[in-house]
């Protein structure tokens, strides 16, 4: 089936301009996740979806960054006068997440790559 | 805070050699561990994992132990092939946090003829 999609692939903004990054999660998932990976590292943990409900914003840098998933499917990361500490590969995973306390399994996309000029 | 420390790469070895790639934690309590492999091209991809002390993780010809006296969760492999090349993420997680991933910086491997 179907693996976690994300568009674009490629994103380049002028400093100051906004940006929406959308993600589709594999059917049936309950859990989202945002992750943004600067070049060189590993991915950092941005913000946690079950569902629609959002319970968990704690790695979002500033309050440029927004996400949602209104309809508890489809999610977008929106960022807000792009800066260039922005640039990176953002990452999108789901999973069954059957409950807080769930250990399921991550699956990622291949990611959103901005960069910031 | 909870953080996860590989070895530094890229790692070049030759087809058929023995792999090691060293992966610590610090955490207050006891994770889940994961290592996560990215081939070009391709997104992060669950390798293996281990959600206690001393489970072996093993998948592909990898394995990993769970070592809670060393906070350790070494990649091994006994004969690596080209089509292993790729970058090596060690990560970890706890139950009750959503399962939300804390990963180390990656190793890139690469293997040749």
């Known amino acids: 089936g179907a693996g976690v999609s994300q568009s674009p692939r490629y994103k380049v903004a002028k400093r100051g301009q906004d940006v929406a990054l959308r993600c589709d999660p594999i059917?049936?998932?309950?859990?989202l996740f945002w992750y943004q990976q600067a070049l060189g590292q590993g991915p950092e943990f941005l913000t946690y979806?079950?569902?629609?409900?959002?319970?968990?914003k704690s790695g979002l840098p500033s309050d440029r960054f927004f996400a949602e998933r209104p309809e508890g499917s489809v999610s977008t990361l929106k960022i807000q006068r792009t800066q260039q500490e922005d640039s990176a590969v953002y990452l999108c995973?789901?999973?069954?997440?059957?409950?807080?306390?769930?250990?399921?399994?991550?699956?990622f996309g291949p990611g959103t790559r901005l960069t910031v000029l | 805070g909870d953080s996860v420390t590989q070895m530094e790469g890229p790692v070049t070895l030759s087809e058929e050699a023995f792999l090691t790639i060293n992966c610590t934690y610090t955490?207050?309590?006891?994770?889940?561990l994961f290592w996560y492999v990215q081939y070009p091209g391709e997104g992060l991809q669950l390798l293996l994992k281990?959600?206690?002390?001393?489970d072996k993780g093993s998948n592909k010809g990898f394995e990993a132990t769970y070592r809670k006296e060393t906070t350790s969760f070494h990649l091994e492999k006994g004969s690596v092939q080209v089509s292993d090349s790729a970058v090596y993420f060690c990560?970890?997680?706890?139950?009750?946090?959503?399962?939300?991933?804390?990963f180390g910086t990656g190793t890139r491997l690469q293997v040749t003829l």
């Open positions: 995973a789901s999973s069954l997440g059957r409950g807080w306390a769930s250990t399921d399994t991550q699956y």
């Open positions: 059917s049936g998932h309950v859990s």
């Open positions: 979806f079950q569902n629609e409900a959002q319970l968990d």
């Open positions: 955490a207050t309590g006891y994770p889940s």
């Open positions: 281990a959600t206690k002390a001393d």
């Open positions: 990560a970890l997680s706890f139950t009750g946090t959503a399962s939300k991933l804390t």
